[in-house]
C-alpha cells in the first residue's frame, strides 16, 4: 500500500495534509488527552487508512475528516480547494445531528443511521478514525470509555461495508480495550448515558438561564428572505437578478416546492445558457431548521455549511450565514451569555476564596488594578467591592490556581483553562467593540455553543 510519508505520495493527499494540518493550528487545536497537536490524530488515521488503500481521494478524507467539524472551514470549502468527490466523502464522515435532536444517545443515533448510509470508502476511514480513538480514550479516560466502548460496538455494526481488514482490526482493539477495563461485554453492548461533569455554576441550570439560552431568540430572528426560482428559469437571467439584488443563494423550485438552491459563484462559474434545474444543489439533512430552531442550532449548521436554510411551515423560505452572527440580536445574546459566565466565575472566586484570600493568588500588578479601579468608582460615589473591579481574566486566573475549581470548571490542565479563558475575553472585547465577530471568534463562539449546551442541559435533558 502507499507510504503517505513517501516523495511519491500524490499531491492530492499532500494538500489535504497541509490544509488540515493548517486548519486545525489556526485554532490551537490539540488532543484532549496528550496535548498534542491534533495533527498527530489525523497523521494516525491516514496512515491506517494508507495500509488497506492506496486511493488518494480516501487517504485526503482522511487527513480531513475533522476538519468540519472542529475548525472553521465548511463542506464548500473542501469541495472548492479539493473537488467534490473528497468533500462527498468529508460529508459522510461529518455528524449530522444538532443539539436540538435530544441527548446524547439519540443524537449519536441519527449519526450512526448517517455512517450506515455513507459509502465503503468513507467507512474505511471511520473505522481508522475509531481504531486511534479506542485507544487513546481507554488509555486516559476510562469512565469516558465505557460510554465510548457501547458507542463504538453499536456503530460497528453499521460499517461492515468498509474494509475487511480494518473491520477487523476495529474489532480486535475494541474487545481488547474491553477487556483492560475489565467490562461484560454483554454490558458494553448495551445503551450507556453520558452526562457532561463540566459546570461552572448551578445558575446554568436554571430555567431562565435554559429559556434565554435556547428559547427567547431563534433562527426566524436572523434569516433573511431568499429568492426563489423555478427549475426551468435560465442561469443567466438567475444570476442577473442575483447580481441586482446582492444575493450570494437563492431557492430553485420543482414542480412548485422547493427542492434545492443555487450559489452565484456557481452561476459566475457555469454555462449560462443552463437552466437552474442544471446546477441545482440539494439540501442535506443537516442544513435546514425550522424557524424556532435556536441559534445554537443555527451554529452548529454553520460549522459545517456556508448557508443554514430555513423553513416556515414546512418550507424552506429562509437563509443565514456566517456574517449574520454580526447582527445585533446575535451579539446581544452572546454578549448575555459571556456575562453570565462572567458572573459566576466571580461567585466562584468568592466561595472558593473567602474574605479576599485571592489576595493572595493574584499578581501584586493586578491587584493594584483593582485597587485603582474601585478608588476611581469610590470618587464618583459607587459603592463596589474589590472583587468587583477584578477584570475576566483576573477571574479566570485565580480560579486556575485552584484545583478544586479546576475541576468544577472542567479543565484538566492550566494550558486549556487559560487558553479557554482568552478565548472567552477575546471574544467580550470584540463584542463589546463592535469588531466583526465571525472573523476573529468564529471558533471561539462555536465552541462556547456546544459548552453552554452542556452546562445547561439543553442538549442532554
Known amino acids: 500500500m502507499a507510504d503517505i510519508h513517501s516523495s511519491n505520495h500524490s499531491d492530492l493527499i499532500e494538500r489535504a495534509r497541509v490544509y488540515a494540518t493548517k486548519a486545525h493550528q489556526r485554532i490551537d487545536q490539540r488532543r484532549k488527552y496528550s496535548g498534542q497537536p491534533y495533527h498527530v ?29 472542529d475548525t472553521p472551514a465548511t463542506l464548500e470549502d473542501i469541495e472548492h480547494e479539493f473537488g467534490l468527490s473528497v468533500a462527498e466523502l468529508v460529508e459522510e464522515l461529518t455528524d449530522v445531528s444538532k443539539p436540538s435532536d435530544g441527548n446524547r444517545a439519540q443524537r449519536k443515533s441519527i449519526d450512526r443511521q448517517h455512517s450506515a448510509q455513507a459509502s465503503a470508502r468513507a467507512k474505511t476511514v471511520k ?10 480514550i481507554t488509555r486516559n479516560d476510562p469512565r469516558f470509555a465505557r460510554v465510548y466502548l457501547a458507542e463504538m460496538a453499536e456503530l460497528l455494526t453499521v460499517l461492515v461495508n468498509g474494509d475487511a481488514t480494518l473491520y477487523r482490526r476495529a474489532h480486535k482493539v475494541h474487545a481488547r480495550c474491553v477487556e483492560k477495563l475489565g467490562l ?30 435556547s428559547e427567547i431568540f431563534s433562527a426566524r430572528d436572523i434569516a433573511e428572505a431568499l429568492l426563489s426560482f423555478g427549475a426551468d428559469s435560465p442561469c443567466g437571467e438567475v444570476r442577473s437578478v442575483m447580481q441586482h439584488q446582492g444575493k450570494q443563494v437563492a431557492s430553485v423550485r420543482v ?11 456557481d452561476l459566475q462559474q457555469g454555462d449560462i445558457s443552463q437552466h437552474c434545474t442544471d ?23 454553520l460549522t459545517r455549511h456556508d448557508y443554514c436554510f430555513v423553513t416556515a411551515l414546512g418550507n424552506v423560505s429562509g437563509v443565514v450565514c456566517r456574517d449574520d452572527m454580526n447582527k445585533p440580536v446575535v451579539r446581544m445574546w452572546l454578549f448575555g451569555i459571556v456575562t453570565l459566565i462572567e458572573i459566576s466565575l466571580m461567585d ?10 485571592w489576595r493572595d493568588v493574584i499578581s501584586q500588578g493586578r491587584l493594584e488594578k483593582a485597587k485603582s479601579i474601585q478608588a476611581e468608582r469610590q470618587r464618583r460615589n459607587v459603592n463596589c467591592a474589590l472583587i468587583d473591579c ?6 479566570g486566573q485565580i480560579l486556575i490556581e485552584d484545583p478544586e475549581a479546576m475541576k468544577r470548571l472542567g479543565f484538566k490542565t492550566k494550558r486549556v483553562a487559560k487558553k479557554a479563558m482568552r478565548e472567552l475575553e477575546s471574544l467580550r472585547n470584540h463584542l463589546a467593540h463592535a469588531q466583526d465577530i465571525v472573523e476573529h471568534d468564529w471558533a471561539q463562539i ?7 449546551q452542556e452546562m445547561t442541559g439543553v442538549a442532554d435533558s
Open 41 to 69: 490524530h489525523l497523521d494516525k488515521v491516514a496512515e491506517i487508512v494508507a495500509s488497506v488503500t492506496d486511493d488518494a481521494e480516501t487517504i485526503a478524507a482522511a487527513w480531513l475528516h475533522d476538519t468540519v467539524e
Open 348 to 357: 466562584m472566586v468568592q466561595r472558593r476564596f473567602p474574605q479576599d484570600s
Open 390 to 395: 477584578l477584570q475576566f481574566s483576573d477571574k
Open 184 to 213: 461484560d461485554h454483554a454490558r458494553v453492548a448495551g445503551t450507556e448515558q453520558w452526562v457532561p461533569q463540566t459546570s461552572v455554576s448551578s445558575g446554568f441550570a436554571g430555567p431562565e438561564f435554559k429559556r434565554m439560552f
Open 127 to 136: 473505522l481508522a478514525d475509531l481504531i486511534d480513538n479506542c485507544r487513546d
Open 446 to 452: 462555536a465552541r462556547l455553543s456546544i459548552r453552554m
Open 279 to 301: 446546477i441545482i444543489r440539494h439540501f442535506t439533512v443537516d442544513q435546514v431548521v425550522a424557524g424556532g430552531a435556536s441559534f445554537s442550532d443555527v451554529i452548529h449548521v
Open 255 to 265: 414542480n412548485g416546492s422547493v427542492q434545492g438552491y443555487v450559489r452565484l459563484a
